[in-house]
């Protein structure tokens, strides 16, 4: 089961990179844009069969100071907080550190750089950090996602960007089966949930691309009335 996330951040533009980037590294994410509403979110998912892993939290929240939930968060649960702020004095980190913050990151950072602190606090935790798939191989074909290259025989074959997004999808999960509704939330977002047609229309693009005979797919699999499954 993938890392449950919670990005709390007020910054609209930052979510959204910061959603897809962890998204891609194989995250499950859920974000919040708001005090208030992090705190129903994560009274919600500590209570569910799958709690969160790890909070990102952005200190300067329209309705309140993430420090406050901070503090709240850290008296009820134990999971790895990591603050990211345009603040950068040290006396605040000293302070948020001694709340209970496990890291601090000033704005703005790189994702490297966040995602590298993500797992030192995972593994501080004892949570083992199984970085998703990066690679994927069958036959000729090599997907490597690093490079965000797709190749056949060596030649480049090119992929539209919500083709490559839902081949990514795929690999990052290889030899399991992946539900509609996880690939239409991943590849087009939760307000494309019931538009299913989108997936069959792209994964018949993808086929017709990758496979030798698209109408007999042998890598990328059809796992009928659950989701599609890309073949190991
Ligand atoms: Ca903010």
């Known amino acids: 089961m993938s890392l449950k996330v919670l990005l709390v951040e007020d910054d609209r533009e930052l979510r959204q990179t910061l959603n897809e980037a962890l998204k891609l590294e194989g995250y499950e994410v859920i974000t919040s844009a708001s005090a208030a509403d992090a705190t129903a979110v994560i009274r919600h998912a500590m209570g569910s069969h799958h709690p969160l892993d790890l909070l990102i939290l952005d200190l300067g929240l329209p309705d309140g100071d993430g420090s406050d939930l901070l503090r709240s968060v850290r008296a009820q649960f134990n999971m790895p907080i ?7 004095d040290d006396e605040n980190k000293v302070s948020l550190l001694d709340d209970g913050a496990d890291d601090y990151l000033v704005k703005p950072f790189h994702l490297g750089e966040l995602l590298a602190r993500m797992r030192v606090a995972l593994r501080h935790r004892g949570t083992s950090v199984t970085t998703a798939q990066k690679q994927y191989a069958y036959g000729s074909l090599r997907v490597d996602l690093n490079k965000h290259a797709v190749t056949q025989a060596g030649a480049p074959i090119h992929l539209t ?6 081949l990514a999808r795929l690999v990052r999960q290889a030899g399991q089966v992946v539900t509609h509704r996880q690939l239409l939330l991943d590849v087009w977002g939760p307000e494309f949930i019931e538009h299913t047609h989108y997936l069959r229309l792209y994964m018949a693009q993808l086929r017709a691309k990758l496979e030798d005979n698209p109408t007999e797919p042998l890598m990328l699999l059809t796992e009928p009335g659950v989701g599609y499954r890309l073949a190991e």
């Open 82 to 88: 990591l603050i990211i702020s345009a603040r950068h």
């Open 161 to 166: 960007p919500t083709e490559f997004k839902l």
